[in-house]
């Protein structure tokens, strides 16, 4: 099992990225996915959730209505669009897929 995050980088407040997790080396389409995030000195926290077929998702209530989870399961591929990024948004964020298989982690800096 592979998992490798990309698109992280330095915004400013109320800008945009897209985060993508390439996966492989098991049957990405049969597994729900998500994404966490550690910041600085806090513990890691689940952000968003989606399921095999991307027909049901779930996201932590401090991103709701500004992230968006969605997945290609004909790319093995699983996105997070974040929208009006926030300083507290600043993390590494991480992809994972369940019996704790993780990648190593993409930085977002929101910053001015």
């Known amino acids: 099992v592979q998992l490798v995050e990309s698109g992280g980088g330095l915004v400013q407040p109320g800008g945009s990225l897209r985060l993508s997790c390439a996966a492989s080396?098991?049957?990405?389409?049969?597994?729900?996915m998500s994404w966490y995030r550690q910041a600085p000195g806090k513990e890691r926290e689940l952000v968003a959730t989606?399921?095999?077929?991307?027909?049901?998702?779930n996201y932590a209530d401090s991103v709701k209505g500004r992230f968006t989870i969605s997945r290609d399961n004909a790319k093995n591929t699983v996105y997070l669009q974040m929208n009006s990024l926030k300083p507290e948004d600043t993390a590494v964020y991480y992809c994972?897929?369940?019996?704790?298989?993780w990648g190593k982690g993409t930085l977002v800096t929101v910053s001015s």
């Open positions: 989606i399921g095999s077929t991307g027909g049901s998702t």
């Open positions: 994972y897929r369940r019996r704790d298989y």
């Open positions: 080396g098991f049957t990405f389409s049969s597994y729900t």
